[in-house]
């Protein structure tokens, strides 16, 4: 079968596979893919900007700029379908890329992630002086709707959730994934190779970084919508530069090879990140640290890395 029906049917079927996974795990446990699920789409976008050689410090910023944009959405609109806070936040970082991209475009190395960063605080400096926006404590939302459909207790409400999480994932995933095999996608990693070549093939290296890092906004704006509402609250600290860190960390852990590693990375830093502080409440940090630092050593490139070595060595193995 070609891999053109390959890869959508594969996505139903982990679709599928999700929804029914939601039904057997406890609320927390549900709760806590949710949050690992948005944070995966941020990170996402993150890796979009990794396949051009760059790394970007505040991705941050567009997580926030989603977030806030659905809370505002919801609050000052009276919008609740969570569809269209979702896309109201997407939005909102997307407008907010596409005015930055082009600045940032021309730098790169350690002067693009500075910043990236700089850009990041300065929106956690003004969120935090904003006392229309509720200032440091930020602003609390009510639970959304789901296509017409309201949950009538917090249990349905935390499983509808979870599927529309599951959704925007394998969406966003399979878009990614056709992406990455697209002209354009190759190009990113032409670009991380030699920007000269690319350059004297007719191509401008300034509109790819652009795209991605416009693309790579919206995907955080999402996923900081999709936050928003799981958690139901939005405040400053969304921008704040320990939050672009963990897109970082599941970055790099996660690799540039593949799309599902970036959500496997996502999910065991989350589990991580939550059973180390509650019962190492005092060396949670510490965990996550040994955790990275065994990462880097063994898996350079990454889970995608070794997902790679895998599915070449499986190729090999193959009769001819």
Same mark, same amino acid.
């Given at each position: 079968?070609?891999?053109?029906?390959?890869?959508?049917?594969?996505?139903?079927?982990?679709?599928?596979?999700? +929804?029914?996974?939601?039904?057997?795990?406890?609320?927390?446990?549900?709760?806590?893919?949710?949050?690992?699920?948005?944070?995966?789409?941020?990170?996402?976008?993150?890796?979009?900007?990794?396949?051009?050689?760059?790394?970007?410090?505040? &991705?941050?910023?567009?997580?926030? +700029?989603?977030?806030?944009?659905?809370?505002? #959405?919801?609050?000052?609109?009276?919008?609740?379908?969570?569809?269209?806070?979702?896309?109201?936040?997407?939005?909102?970082?997307?407008?907010?890329?596409?005015?930055?991209? *082009?600045?940032?475009?021309?730098?790169?190395?350690?002067?693009?992630?500075?910043?990236?960063?700089?850009?990041?605080?300065?929106?956690?400096?003004?969120?935090?002086? +904003?006392?229309?926006?509720?200032?440091?404590?930020?602003?609390?939302?009510?639970?959304?709707?789901?296509?017409?459909? &309201? *949950?009538?207790?917090?249990?349905?409400?935390?499983?509808?959730?979870?599927? #529309?999480?599951?959704?925007?994932?394998?969406?966003?995933?399979?878009?990614?994934?056709?992406?990455?095999?697209?002209?354009?996608?190759?190009?990113?990693?032409?670009?991380?190779?030699?920007?000269?070549?690319?350059?004297?093939?007719?191509?401008?290296?300034?509109?790819?970084?652009?795209?991605?890092?416009?693309?790579?906004?919206?995907?955080?704006?999402?996923?900081?919508?999709?936050?928003?509402? +799981?958690?139901?609250?939005?405040?400053?600290?969304?921008?704040f530069w320990t939050t672009s860190g963990e897109f970082v960390f599941v970055a790099i852990l996660s690799g540039?090879?593949?799309?599902?590693?970036?959500?496997?990375?996502?999910?065991?830093?989350?589990?991580?990140?939550?059973?180390?502080? &509650?019962?190492?409440?005092?060396?949670?940090?510490?965990?996550?640290?040994?955790?990275?630092?065994?990462?880097?050593?063994?898996?350079?490139?990454?889970?995608?890395?070794?997902? &790679?070595?895998?599915?070449?060595?499986?190729?090999?193995?193959?009769?001819?």
């Open positions: 079968m070609s891999s053109r029906f390959v890869i959508p049917l594969l996505a139903v079927l982990t679709l599928v596979i999700l +929804a029914v996974l939601g039904k057997l795990l406890p609320a927390w446990c549900v709760f806590l893919l949710v949050t690992a699920f948005a944070k995966g789409l941020a990170a996402l976008g993150l890796v979009l900007i990794i396949r051009s050689g760059l790394l970007s410090f505040g &991705q941050g910023l567009f997580y926030c +700029a989603g977030g806030y944009g659905a809370g505002l #959405f919801m609050l000052w609109g009276g919008v609740h379908d969570a569809a269209l806070l979702v896309l109201a936040g997407g939005l909102v970082a997307l407008v907010l890329g596409s005015v930055i991209a *082009p600045l940032l475009a021309g730098y790169r190395s350690i002067f693009f992630a500075t910043l990236t960063l700089a850009l990041s605080m300065l929106a956690h400096g003004a969120l935090t002086k +904003a006392d229309f926006l509720g200032g440091s404590d930020g602003l609390n939302l009510r639970p959304p709707s789901f296509i017409g459909f &309201q *949950p009538a207790n917090s249990t349905e409400s935390v499983y509808a959730l979870y599927v #529309f999480a599951c959704i925007l994932v394998v969406v966003f995933s399979l878009a990614c994934r056709v992406h990455f095999n697209s002209v354009r996608g190759l190009l990113s990693l032409a670009v991380r190779d030699n920007e000269i070549r690319v350059e004297y093939l007719g191509t401008s290296v300034r509109r790819v970084i652009s795209e991605n890092f416009t693309a790579a906004a919206f995907l955080g704006g999402i996923g900081g919508a999709l936050n928003a509402i +799981a958690v139901a609250h939005i405040d400053p600290e969304l921008a540039y090879l593949s799309v599902a590693a970036v959500f496997a990375s996502s999910i065991a830093l989350e589990f991580i990140r939550s059973f180390s502080s &509650q019962y190492f409440p005092n060396a949670w940090q510490m965990s996550l640290g040994i955790f990275m630092l065994a990462s880097i050593l063994f898996l350079p490139n990454g889970i995608g890395g070794l997902l &790679q070595r895998r599915k070449k060595r499986m190729k090999g193995n193959e009769p001819a």
